[in-house]
T-cell receptor
């Protein structure tokens, strides 16, 4: 069974960079697409972007100027960097797997990690 | 972006009830609509993909339907473990977008 687990700071200061890593176990990171999704408290889910194991990416235009997603294939993990954060970036952050770039399904998710932006 | 709406936003039901949740897309997404279940502190779980297809391991009391840009998730006989939040997602057009969720409680 594939499992995804995020790691990273739970508290980030305004204007700094939010960095999270998603570690994949029980399966290989190759041949799949890997997304980041977030949910501000009391609000809906927002897709942030994805990366293919080869390194190609697709970002949500609403966050594109601030987001970088990278992959570390040898260590079976991928990462999210979101720069210049504000309180509006406070949210539960999830990572998920999908087998194709579009017309796809998110078949495995992480439990989520709360990141708070505050000084 | 494709806007996804869901109705109702919440509902109260009893064990054994038949429950239907609706998701509407703001434009055509063909049938690239997924349904997920979310419980507090747990990872979201894929229930239905491509509008109709039951994900492996998901009980057959869950089913999906579609008519144009309207999609439904039906639970034929609600079980105690089904009290959760359900949300839809379209993956036809980037950026992928989600419905706001429907909370099912007792």
């Amino acid at each position: 069974q594939v499992q995804l687990q995020e790691s990273g700071p739970g508290l980030v200061k305004p204007s700094e960079t939010l960095s999270l890593t998603c570690s994949v176990s029980g399966g290989s990171i190759t041949s799949y697409y890997w997304s980041w999704i977030r949910q501000p408290l009391g609000k809906g889910l927002e897709w942030i972007g994805y990366i293919f194991y080869s390194g190609s990416t697709n970002y949500n235009p609403s966050l594109k100027s601030r987001v970088t997603i990278s992959v570390d294939t040898p260590n079976n993990q991928f990462s999210l960097d979101l720069k210049s954060v504000t309180a509006a970036d406070t949210a539960m952050y999830y990572c998920a797997r999908h087998p194709s770039a579009s017309a796809t399904k998110f078949d495995f998710w992480s439990q989520g990690t709360l990141v708070t932006v505050s000084s | 972006d494709v806007q996804m709406t869901q109705s109702p936003s919440s509902l109260s039901a009893s064990v054994g009830d038949r429950v239907t949740i609706t998701c509407r897309a703001s434009q055509t997404i063909v049938t690239y609509l997924n349904w997920y279940q979310k419980k507090p502190g747990k990872a979201p779980e894929l229930l239905i993909y491509s509008a109709f297809t039951l994900q492996s391991g998901v009980p057959s009391r869950f089913s999906g339907g579609a008519s144009g840009t309207d999609f439904t998730l039906t639970i034929s006989s609600l079980q105690p473990e089904d009290f959760a939040t359900y949300f839809c997602q379209q993956t036809y057009i980037s950026p992928f977008t989600f419905g706001p969720g429907t909370k099912v409680d007792i």
